[in-house]
Protein backbone atom coordinates (compact mmCIF):
# COMPACT_ATOMS: atom_id res chain seq x y z
CA UNK A 1 0.00 0.00 0.00
CA UNK A 2 1.26 3.82 -0.34
CA UNK A 3 1.01 5.12 2.67
CA UNK A 4 0.06 8.52 2.59
CA UNK A 5 -0.43 11.61 4.79
CA UNK A 6 -4.10 11.51 6.31
CA UNK A 7 -4.66 7.95 6.26
CA UNK A 8 -6.04 6.64 9.23
CA UNK A 9 -4.74 3.58 11.00
CA UNK A 10 -5.90 2.10 14.17
CA UNK A 11 -3.09 0.02 16.43
CA UNK A 12 -4.54 -2.37 19.09
CA UNK A 13 -1.95 -2.94 22.13
CA UNK A 14 -0.94 0.67 21.02
CA UNK A 15 -0.32 2.28 24.42
CA UNK A 16 3.46 0.16 24.72
CA UNK A 17 5.92 -1.81 23.00
CA UNK A 18 5.98 -2.35 19.43
CA UNK A 19 2.06 -0.90 19.04
CA UNK A 20 3.77 2.36 20.62
CA UNK A 21 6.54 2.31 18.27
CA UNK A 22 4.18 1.80 14.97
CA UNK A 23 2.13 4.52 16.51
CA UNK A 24 5.02 6.95 16.44
CA UNK A 25 5.98 6.10 13.02
CA UNK A 26 2.10 6.05 12.15
CA UNK A 27 2.31 10.48 13.32
CA UNK A 28 5.63 10.64 11.48
CA UNK A 29 4.00 9.80 8.75
CA UNK A 30 1.40 12.17 9.34
CA UNK A 31 -1.58 9.41 9.57
CA UNK A 32 -4.28 9.89 11.82
CA UNK A 33 -4.22 7.62 14.48
CA UNK A 34 -6.82 5.21 16.78
CA UNK A 35 -4.62 3.82 19.69
CA UNK A 36 -6.58 0.85 20.96
CA UNK A 37 -5.20 -0.69 24.59
CA UNK A 38 -6.69 -2.60 28.06
CA UNK A 39 -4.32 -1.00 30.01
CA UNK A 40 -6.10 2.88 30.18
CA UNK A 41 -3.36 5.27 32.16
CA UNK A 42 -0.51 4.21 29.88
CA UNK A 43 -3.15 4.61 26.75
CA UNK A 44 -3.67 8.28 27.45
CA UNK A 45 -0.38 8.97 28.55
CA UNK A 46 1.12 7.18 25.18
CA UNK A 47 -1.86 9.21 23.23
CA UNK A 48 -0.83 12.32 24.81
CA UNK A 49 2.82 12.32 23.93
CA UNK A 50 2.13 11.48 20.17
CA UNK A 51 -0.57 14.35 20.21
CA UNK A 52 2.52 16.36 21.46
CA UNK A 53 4.22 14.70 18.56
CA UNK A 54 2.02 16.93 16.23
CA UNK A 55 -0.27 13.39 15.80
CA UNK A 56 -4.06 13.51 15.74
CA UNK A 57 -5.20 10.51 17.96
CA UNK A 58 -8.18 9.03 19.29
CA UNK A 59 -7.54 7.03 22.19
CA UNK A 60 -10.14 3.62 22.82
CA UNK A 61 -10.13 1.53 25.95
CA UNK A 62 -10.60 -1.81 25.05
CA UNK A 63 -10.12 -5.47 25.84
CA UNK A 64 -9.57 -6.97 22.03
CA UNK A 65 -10.51 -10.68 23.55
CA UNK A 66 -14.32 -9.02 23.57
CA UNK A 67 -16.16 -9.08 20.24
CA UNK A 68 -18.29 -6.22 21.35
CA UNK A 69 -15.34 -4.16 22.53
CA UNK A 70 -13.81 -4.40 19.01
CA UNK A 71 -16.58 -3.58 17.05
CA UNK A 72 -17.12 -0.71 19.50
CA UNK A 73 -13.42 0.40 18.46
CA UNK A 74 -14.24 0.08 14.69
CA UNK A 75 -17.57 1.89 15.15
CA UNK A 76 -15.49 5.05 17.22
CA UNK A 77 -12.97 4.78 15.05
CA UNK A 78 -14.99 4.94 11.51
CA UNK A 79 -17.00 7.66 13.77
CA UNK A 80 -14.18 10.12 14.10
CA UNK A 81 -12.55 9.63 11.21
CA UNK A 82 -14.69 8.40 8.42
CA UNK A 83 -12.20 5.44 7.17
CA UNK A 84 -10.17 3.13 8.48
CA UNK A 85 -6.94 2.38 5.93
CA UNK A 86 -4.23 0.56 7.74
CA UNK A 87 -5.40 -1.73 10.93
CA UNK A 88 -2.60 -3.20 13.09
CA UNK A 89 -3.82 -6.41 15.33
CA UNK A 90 -1.02 -6.51 17.15
CA UNK A 91 -2.58 -6.62 21.15
CA UNK A 92 -0.73 -9.88 22.68
CA UNK A 93 -0.05 -12.08 25.97
CA UNK A 94 2.44 -14.22 26.93
CA UNK A 95 2.06 -16.82 29.46
CA UNK A 96 1.34 -20.71 30.41
CA UNK A 97 3.90 -23.36 30.34
CA UNK A 98 3.23 -26.88 29.02
CA UNK A 99 0.48 -27.90 27.64
CA UNK A 100 -0.88 -30.27 29.98
CA UNK A 101 0.16 -28.08 33.33
CA UNK A 102 -1.56 -24.60 31.59
CA UNK A 103 -4.93 -24.10 33.51
CA UNK A 104 -7.95 -23.79 31.79
CA UNK A 105 -7.47 -20.53 32.74
CA UNK A 106 -4.19 -19.67 30.72
CA UNK A 107 -5.13 -21.42 27.14
CA UNK A 108 -8.55 -19.03 27.78
CA UNK A 109 -6.49 -15.73 28.41
CA UNK A 110 -3.68 -16.33 25.73
CA UNK A 111 -6.21 -17.38 23.08
CA UNK A 112 -8.41 -14.78 23.83
CA UNK A 113 -6.32 -12.01 23.43
CA UNK A 114 -3.53 -13.46 20.71
CA UNK A 115 -5.92 -15.47 18.19
CA UNK A 116 -9.54 -14.06 18.92
CA UNK A 117 -8.00 -10.49 19.49
CA UNK A 118 -6.63 -11.12 15.95
CA UNK A 119 -10.33 -12.59 14.76
CA UNK A 120 -12.17 -10.08 15.99
CA UNK A 121 -10.11 -7.16 14.45
CA UNK A 122 -10.72 -9.04 11.01
CA UNK A 123 -14.45 -9.63 11.51
CA UNK A 124 -15.13 -5.96 12.83
CA UNK A 125 -12.82 -3.71 10.39
CA UNK A 126 -12.43 -5.85 6.64
CA UNK A 127 -16.47 -5.44 5.98
CA UNK A 128 -15.74 -1.71 6.30
CA UNK A 129 -12.93 -1.71 3.88
CA UNK A 130 -14.30 -3.52 1.42
CA UNK A 131 -17.55 -1.18 1.72
CA UNK A 132 -15.06 1.86 1.46
CA UNK A 133 -13.20 0.27 -1.33
CA UNK A 134 -10.03 2.52 -1.05
CA UNK A 135 -6.40 1.08 -0.62
CA UNK A 136 -5.99 -0.45 3.02
CA UNK A 137 -3.23 -3.33 4.61
CA UNK A 138 -4.11 -5.52 7.54
CA UNK A 139 -0.88 -6.18 9.55
CA UNK A 140 -1.09 -9.28 12.38
CA UNK A 141 1.11 -9.36 14.90
CA UNK A 142 2.17 -13.10 14.97
CA UNK A 143 5.75 -14.00 16.26
CA UNK A 144 8.87 -15.95 15.17
CA UNK A 145 7.47 -18.34 17.41
CA UNK A 146 4.47 -19.05 15.15
CA UNK A 147 7.07 -20.21 12.49
CA UNK A 148 9.28 -22.31 14.27
CA UNK A 149 9.05 -25.60 16.96
CA UNK A 150 9.93 -25.13 20.83
CA UNK A 151 9.37 -26.55 24.08
CA UNK A 152 7.09 -24.42 26.96
CA UNK A 153 4.70 -21.63 26.42
CA UNK A 154 2.51 -24.50 24.82
CA UNK A 155 -0.47 -21.64 24.59
CA UNK A 156 1.68 -18.56 23.50
CA UNK A 157 3.34 -20.95 20.71
CA UNK A 158 -0.22 -22.17 19.54
CA UNK A 159 -1.78 -19.13 19.04
CA UNK A 160 0.85 -17.48 16.83
CA UNK A 161 0.99 -20.72 15.00
CA UNK A 162 -2.65 -19.92 14.61
CA UNK A 163 -1.75 -16.45 13.74
CA UNK A 164 -0.01 -16.67 11.00
CA UNK A 165 -2.72 -19.35 9.37
CA UNK A 166 -4.91 -16.82 9.99
CA UNK A 167 -3.47 -14.44 8.11
CA UNK A 168 -2.46 -16.92 5.28
CA UNK A 169 -5.79 -17.58 4.50
CA UNK A 170 -7.20 -13.44 5.01
CA UNK A 171 -4.33 -13.14 2.24
CA UNK A 172 -5.56 -15.64 -0.10
CA UNK A 173 -9.16 -14.45 0.17
CA UNK A 174 -9.04 -11.54 -0.45
CA UNK A 175 -6.52 -12.12 -3.53
CA UNK A 176 -9.59 -14.11 -4.63
CA UNK A 177 -12.02 -11.20 -4.31
CA UNK A 178 -9.40 -8.68 -5.93
CA UNK A 179 -9.42 -6.70 -2.80
CA UNK A 180 -7.80 -3.64 -2.81
CA UNK A 181 -6.51 -4.70 0.76
CA UNK A 182 -2.84 -6.18 1.64
CA UNK A 183 -2.03 -8.60 4.53
CA UNK A 184 1.38 -8.68 6.33
CA UNK A 185 2.14 -11.21 9.06
CA UNK A 186 4.67 -9.50 11.66
CA UNK A 187 6.97 -12.02 13.17
CA UNK A 188 9.84 -10.56 15.12
CA UNK A 189 11.78 -12.74 17.67
CA UNK A 190 13.19 -10.58 20.60
CA UNK A 191 11.92 -7.08 21.05
CA UNK A 192 12.69 -4.76 24.25
CA UNK A 193 9.15 -4.19 25.42
CA UNK A 194 6.85 -5.20 28.20
CA UNK A 195 5.84 -8.41 26.90
CA UNK A 196 7.51 -10.69 29.94
CA UNK A 197 4.89 -8.86 32.43
CA UNK A 198 1.82 -9.63 30.57
CA UNK A 199 0.15 -10.58 33.71
CA UNK A 200 -0.28 -7.14 34.15
CA UNK A 201 -3.02 -6.84 32.25
CA UNK A 202 -4.56 -10.61 33.00
CA UNK A 203 -8.37 -10.28 33.85
CA UNK A 204 -9.80 -11.22 37.66
CA UNK A 205 -11.74 -14.13 36.49
CA UNK A 206 -8.84 -15.91 34.62
CA UNK A 207 -6.35 -15.53 37.34
CA UNK A 208 -5.16 -19.01 38.58
CA UNK A 209 -5.62 -19.90 42.27
CA UNK A 210 -2.00 -20.83 42.62
CA UNK A 211 0.11 -19.11 40.25
CA UNK A 212 3.15 -21.14 39.11
CA UNK A 213 2.24 -24.10 40.15
CA UNK A 214 2.40 -26.92 38.13
CA UNK A 215 5.48 -25.46 36.67
CA UNK A 216 8.65 -27.43 35.88
CA UNK A 217 12.15 -26.67 36.04
CA UNK A 218 12.24 -26.40 32.17
CA UNK A 219 9.31 -23.61 32.58
CA UNK A 220 11.21 -21.76 35.19
CA UNK A 221 14.55 -21.70 33.19
CA UNK A 222 12.81 -20.57 30.30
CA UNK A 223 10.34 -18.15 31.64
CA UNK A 224 13.87 -16.42 32.73
CA UNK A 225 15.84 -16.81 29.52
CA UNK A 226 13.07 -15.50 27.99
CA UNK A 227 12.88 -12.07 30.44
CA UNK A 228 16.53 -11.59 29.76
CA UNK A 229 16.14 -11.94 25.86
CA UNK A 230 13.08 -9.73 25.53
CA UNK A 231 15.61 -7.27 28.00
CA UNK A 232 18.24 -7.20 25.18
CA UNK A 233 16.36 -7.41 22.56
CA UNK A 234 15.80 -5.09 19.37
CA UNK A 235 14.69 -1.45 19.90
CA UNK A 236 10.35 -1.74 18.56
CA UNK A 237 11.19 1.95 16.91
CA UNK A 238 13.85 -0.73 14.48
CA UNK A 239 10.44 -3.18 13.97
CA UNK A 240 8.09 -0.46 13.22
CA UNK A 241 10.54 1.01 10.58
CA UNK A 242 10.78 -2.40 9.14
CA UNK A 243 6.96 -3.22 9.10
CA UNK A 244 6.17 0.04 7.31
CA UNK A 245 8.75 -0.67 4.87
CA UNK A 246 7.15 -4.35 4.30
CA UNK A 247 3.66 -2.47 4.04
CA UNK A 248 5.30 -0.08 0.96
CA UNK A 249 6.84 -3.18 -0.58
CA UNK A 250 3.18 -5.09 -0.48
CA UNK A 251 5.18 -8.19 1.55
CA UNK A 252 3.40 -10.61 3.77
CA UNK A 253 5.80 -11.98 5.64
CA UNK A 254 8.29 -9.27 7.86
CA UNK A 255 10.59 -11.43 9.08
CA UNK A 256 12.66 -8.33 11.34
CA UNK A 257 15.06 -10.78 12.59
CA UNK A 258 16.59 -12.44 9.51
CA UNK A 259 19.21 -14.37 11.86
CA UNK A 260 16.23 -16.56 13.09
CA UNK A 261 16.06 -17.89 9.53
CA UNK A 262 17.94 -20.93 9.69
CA UNK A 263 15.70 -21.99 13.08
CA UNK A 264 12.64 -21.28 10.48
CA UNK A 265 14.46 -23.38 8.04
CA UNK A 266 15.08 -26.30 10.65
CA UNK A 267 11.38 -26.65 11.24
CA UNK A 268 10.31 -27.05 7.65
CA UNK A 269 12.95 -29.43 7.04
CA UNK A 270 11.82 -31.61 9.77
CA UNK A 271 8.49 -31.55 8.31
CA UNK A 272 9.90 -32.39 4.33
CA UNK A 273 11.99 -34.78 5.40
CA UNK A 274 9.60 -36.74 7.90
CA UNK A 275 12.32 -36.28 10.81
CA UNK A 276 11.23 -34.52 14.53
CA UNK A 277 10.87 -31.48 16.00
CA UNK A 278 13.85 -30.33 17.40
CA UNK A 279 14.02 -27.78 20.46
CA UNK A 280 16.32 -25.03 18.24
CA UNK A 281 17.52 -23.57 22.31
N1 LIG B 1 8.55 -8.42 22.53
C1 LIG B 1 8.86 -9.51 21.87
O1 LIG B 1 9.99 -10.06 22.01
C2 LIG B 1 7.88 -10.10 20.89
C3 LIG B 1 8.32 -11.11 20.01
C4 LIG B 1 7.43 -11.66 19.10
C5 LIG B 1 6.12 -11.21 19.07
N2 LIG B 1 5.70 -10.25 19.92
C6 LIG B 1 4.30 -9.82 19.84
O2 LIG B 1 4.22 -8.42 19.71
C7 LIG B 1 2.94 -7.97 20.13
C8 LIG B 1 3.09 -6.74 20.99
O3 LIG B 1 3.73 -7.12 22.22
P1 LIG B 1 4.92 -6.28 22.87
O4 LIG B 1 6.14 -7.11 22.77
O5 LIG B 1 4.93 -4.90 22.35
O6 LIG B 1 4.47 -6.34 24.41
P2 LIG B 1 3.95 -5.19 25.39
O7 LIG B 1 3.46 -5.90 26.60
O8 LIG B 1 4.98 -4.14 25.56
O9 LIG B 1 2.74 -4.56 24.58
C9 LIG B 1 1.53 -5.25 24.41
C10 LIG B 1 0.38 -4.26 24.52
O10 LIG B 1 -0.85 -5.01 24.40
C11 LIG B 1 -1.73 -4.55 25.40
N3 LIG B 1 -2.72 -5.58 25.73
C12 LIG B 1 -2.56 -6.71 26.49
N4 LIG B 1 -3.72 -7.38 26.58
C13 LIG B 1 -4.63 -6.68 25.85
C14 LIG B 1 -6.01 -6.87 25.57
N5 LIG B 1 -6.70 -7.92 26.07
N6 LIG B 1 -6.64 -5.98 24.79
C15 LIG B 1 -5.96 -4.89 24.30
N7 LIG B 1 -4.67 -4.65 24.55
C16 LIG B 1 -4.01 -5.54 25.32
C17 LIG B 1 -0.83 -4.20 26.58
O11 LIG B 1 -1.46 -3.34 27.51
C18 LIG B 1 0.35 -3.57 25.88
O12 LIG B 1 0.16 -2.18 25.69
C19 LIG B 1 2.29 -9.16 20.83
O13 LIG B 1 1.34 -9.75 19.96
C20 LIG B 1 3.45 -10.11 21.07
O14 LIG B 1 3.06 -11.45 21.16
C21 LIG B 1 6.54 -9.69 20.82
Given at each position: MDVAAGQVAVITGGAAGIGRSLAKQCVAEDMRVVLADVESDVLVATAAALREQGGEVLEFVCDVSDADQVEALAQAAIGRF????LLFNNAGVSGGMNSWASTLNDWHWVIGVNLMGVVHGIRSFVPHMLAHGEAAHIVNTASIAGLISGSSMAAYRTTKHAVVALSETLYLDLQRQEAPIGVSVLCPAWVRTGIAESGRNRPNNLQNATPGAGFTAHDVTKAGAVQQLVANGTDPDDVAHKTFDAIRAGQFYILPHPEMKPVVSLRMKSVLNGTNPVDPW
Open positions: GAVH
